[in-house]
């Protein structure tokens, strides 16, 4: 009986210690205002169907984010 209820509790302590959802990281949802970046590392601009696309990498505080600005002509 103690060897059942020991087993249990091991399986018990596994299942809690291997929940997905303390492992799964969280995604941070900040968004680096306009007039606060830093620095643009890479601009790239395409014309495509009449319509100008700017692609602009940005980095602040260790932060790195990807902005697609679309202007159709």
């Given at each position: 009986m103690k060897k059942i209820l020991l087993l249990t509790t091991l399986?018990?302590?596994l299942f809690t210690a291997c929940s997905?959802?303390?492992n799964t990281p969280e995604i941070p949802e900040y968004i680096?205002?306009?007039n606060d970046i830093?620095?643009?590392k890479e601009?790239?601009?395409l014309e495509?169907?009449?319509e100008l696309v700017t692609y602009s990498i940005i980095s602040k505080d260790?932060?790195?984010g990807l902005s697609k600005d679309i202007t159709i002509n």
């Amino acid at each position: 009986m103690k060897k059942i209820l020991l087993l249990t509790t091991l399986f018990a302590t596994l299942f809690t210690a291997c929940s997905e959802e303390e492992n799964t990281p969280e995604i941070p949802e900040y968004i680096i205002p306009e007039n606060d970046i830093n620095s643009v590392k890479e601009r790239i601009s395409l014309e495509d169907n009449q319509e100008l696309v700017t692609y602009s990498i940005i980095s602040k505080d260790s932060i790195w984010g990807l902005s697609k600005d679309i202007t159709i002509n």
